[in-house]
């Protein structure tokens, strides 16, 4: 069995006094990949957000355990600063700061200091994985990105953080066949090169088609319902979530 990294027990989170997440146990280790479906409204990014404490989601009981650590015990910052990376459904601009900048502070966040000319080297290595022209290097972060160009800086930041566990919430959403290919390359190289683990939240199965799934999880209304292995991502590709909505 894998060194468990994430020990999610009995979540229950609310946002905006409503009650999300009733009871949620999930157990990820170390290189694993999960994919976490469900429906639109069933809680999946609440779950996400929670994981990272986002301020707009409030933990009522439960424990959420990472790297043997108590998460709910850290702030945001110290929870990324642990390895704990999200991307986001619509990522933000931040006019003013530029990708490469945004990148270099967020990696030595992590404790490593690396000079310009080498981590100009080492972003540029990752870049040509996911086909991307160095001259967005130089542009504000998301800022007049298309949404696969922003997609395409994500994946960026995943392949250069390599993350202890990287949470991915519908990464695929509203991109066209080649973005999405673009972005299951940059994951695919992620979880081929690194002993990372990987979150995938999604409704739909496009991103999965080349990555290699360990297990499924479906969530419907706040509480996770069914468990499986990749069969599961197959079997919910061709029926839908049907069965479990009548359940």
Do not use: C, W
């Not at 700061?97 to 080297?121: N, P």
């Amino acid at each position: 069995m894998s060194e468990e990294i994430l020990n999610v027990s009995s979540l229950k989170v609310n946002a905006s006094e409503r009650e999300i997440l009733r009871g949620v146990d999930l157990k990820i280790g170390k290189g694993e990949t999960h994919v976490l479906m469900g429906p639109n409204g069933a809680g999946k990014s609440t779950l996400g957000y929670a994981l990272m404490g986002h301020p707009s989601y409030e933990v009522t009981s439960g424990r959420i355990g990472f790297m043997g650590e108590d998460l709910l015990d850290m702030t945001p910052d110290k929870r990324a600063k642990a390895g704990l990376f999200l991307s986001f459904q619509n990522p933000v601009e931040v006019p003013g700061v530029s990708l490469l900048d945004f990148l270099r502070t967020a990696y030595e966040q992590k404790g490593e200091r690396i000079s310009l000319l080498k981590f100009r080297k080492l972003v540029k290595e990752k870049m040509q994985i996911l086909n991307m022209d160095e001259s967005y290097l130089e542009r504000s972060l998301n800022a007049g990105f298309s949404g696969g160009e922003k997609k395409k800086a994500e994946i960026l930041q995943l392949l250069v953080l390599e993350p202890r566990l990287a949470i991915l919430d519908e990464t695929d959403s509203g991109l066209d066949v080649d973005a999405v290919k673009t972005v299951s390359v940059g994951v695919e190289h992620f979880q081929k090169e690194t002993e990372g683990s990987l979150l995938i939240i999604t409704h739909s199965t496009r991103i999965l088609e080349s990555l290699k799934v360990d297990k499924t999880h479906v969530m419907v209304a706040g509480k996770i319902v069914d468990n499986g292995g990749p069969e599961l991502v197959e079997e919910i590709n061709a029926s839908g979530f049907e069965k479990y909505l009548k359940e």
